[in-house]
């Protein structure tokens, strides 16, 4: 249930087949309404998922900087909450499942995730889901994503991206107004758009309009500068 093993200091949490569901808070640590976790409870290092999870809520394992064992998540998968994952020392090889339509809000940011891959289906990701992932360096778009929300990427430096011929709508999802591409993509290391897509078109420091008369932003930034 809600906030079953909040701010409770566990190192293992092997959950058992036949979960259906981790509720909102389950095994998060940190203050109310606050980002900042409360070190001293996060002591969770193995997690295991069952397959038959189908929703993961709201910041389930936010703040769990200890983790140590692979994160698989199951394929039957349809939810995934806003700050799942957010602060979580969760790291490797993400699969998301197809189940899912979505990335929601911050749900992987400041994760030790290596790479993604993101099922067709997905229309939307939402603001700060990816953000600053440090050791992100591959992501796998598909063709069906259509909107990239602010901060996605943001500060995930060592992250080559490239971006399929139908995502035309960078915005703010909580504000619901567009961007500047820079609030996307600040701070990767490469942006590359398809060569269908309609809109936009890029180098190896700049997004331009797709005849490129029009110079939107840069997106490298040096983090020790």
């Not at 799942?84 to 030790?112: C, H, L, W, Y």
């Not at 598909?142 to 996605?152: K, V």
């Not at 190896?204 to 983090?223: E, F, M, N, P, V």
Request: proline share 5%; glycine share 6%; aromatic share 10%.
């Amino acid at each position: 249930g809600d906030s079953a093993f909040r701010n409770t200091p566990i190192s293992s949490a092997i959950l058992p087949e036949g979960l259906l569901e981790i509720g909102d808070d389950a095994f998060r640590v940190g203050k109310e309404a606050s980002t900042e976790p409360m070190s001293e409870y996060a002591q969770l290092k193995e997690l295991v998922i069952p397959s038959t999870v189908e929703k993961i809520g709201n910041e389930a394992f936010f703040g769990q900087a200890r983790i140590t064992s692979a994160i698989q998540l199951p394929v039957g998968l349809k939810e995934l909450g806003g700050w799942a994952f957010a602060g979580a020392s969760v790291s490797g090889d993400i699969v998301i499942p197809k189940g899912i339509t979505q990335i929601p809000n911050m749900a992987f940011e400041f994760t030790r995730i290596s790479s993604v891959v993101i099922p067709e289906g997905v229309k939307v990701i939402c603001d700060s889901a990816f953000y600053d992932c440090l050791y992100l360096t591959t992501v796998s778009l598909p063709e069906s994503l259509t909107t990239i929300c602010d901060s996605a990427f943001a500060l995930d430096e060592k992250l080559d991206i490239t971006i399929p011929k139908n995502v035309t709508l960078f915005n703010n999802r909580l504000l619901e107004k567009e961007l500047e591409l820079a609030d996307v993509f600040f701070g990767v290391k490469s942006v590359t758009f398809s060569p269908e897509n309609p809109m936009y078109c890029s180098d190896d420091q700049y997004i331009y309009s797709k005849d490129k008369k029009t110079l939107y932003t840069a997106y490298r930034w040096d983090r020790e500068s």
